[in-house]
Antibody
């Protein structure tokens, strides 16, 4: 069974940093791109970015709203992906979903809540 | 950035009726790199349709998708109470990938 489990969500002050983890199982992690999508409370879905698998260079793409502040990485030996979030803003408050895939999204985690507030 | 605009905002129908959800793109997406998701309250989104008209695994054949130029359509035939959810369209033709703002389907 394919599973993705996010962790690391927290209440954090503006300007601080936070790293989310996405622990996966049930599939060959290294064969797949991994994406992050977020959803602010009561709002719609917003694409954050994704990281390609190593066969395609392991490079990442980001939304303009997070580019330069967020970094997506992966550890294929552990089947884990990360979302490093720096210089957090109140508008980054959202549930962050980790997803298998870089285009359309067939398997989602349950999400982890990040609240940015002073 | 490709903007996706969904209509209507809310759709209220009776069980057994047919629902037609629209999603208009700000530019043509001829590659058909379009998807639809269902999000029930308190749950993560679920993939329904990808590549504009291909149903995802284990998705009922009551759900169908189509696309033409800038217009995408998700049709739910024979509405079931379990279809109460917010539905989102998504394009993955040109980065940044974008989502529509969602259509809420209510069952009377």
């Amino acid at each position: 069974e394919v599973q993705l489990v996010e962790s690391g969500g927290d209440l954090i002050q503006p300007g601080r940093s936070l790293r989310l983890s996405c622990t996966t199982s049930g599939f060959t992690f290294g064969d797949h791109d991994v994406s992050w999508v977020r959803q602010a409370p009561g709002k719609g879905l917003e694409w954050v970015g994704f990281i390609r698998n190593e066969a395609y260079g392991g490079t990442a793409e980001y939304a303009a709203s997070v580019n330069g502040r967020f970094n997506i990485s992966r550890d294929d030996s552990k089947s884990v992906a990360y979302l490093q979030m720096n210089s957090l803003k109140t508008e980054d408050t959202a549930v962050y979903y980790c997803i298998r895939g870089g285009a359309y999204y067939d398997y989602w985690g349950q999400g982890t809540l990040v609240t940015v507030s002073s | 950035e490709i903007v996706l605009t969904q209509s209507p905002g809310t759709l209220s129908l009776s069980p057994g009726e047919r629902a037609t959800l629209s999603c208009r793109a700000s530019q043509s997406i001829w590659s058909s790199k379009l998807a639809w998701y269902q999000q029930r309250p308190g749950q993560a989104p679920r993939l329904l349709i990808y590549d504009a008209s291909s149903r995802a695994t284990d998705v009922s054949d009551r759900f169908s998708g189509s696309a033409s130029g800038t217009d995408l359509t998700l049709t739910i035939s024979r509405l079931d109470p379990g279809d109460c959810a917010v539905y989102y369209c998504q394009q993955y033709d040109t980065t940044p990938w974008t989502f529509g703002q969602g259509t809420k389907v209510e069952i009377k």
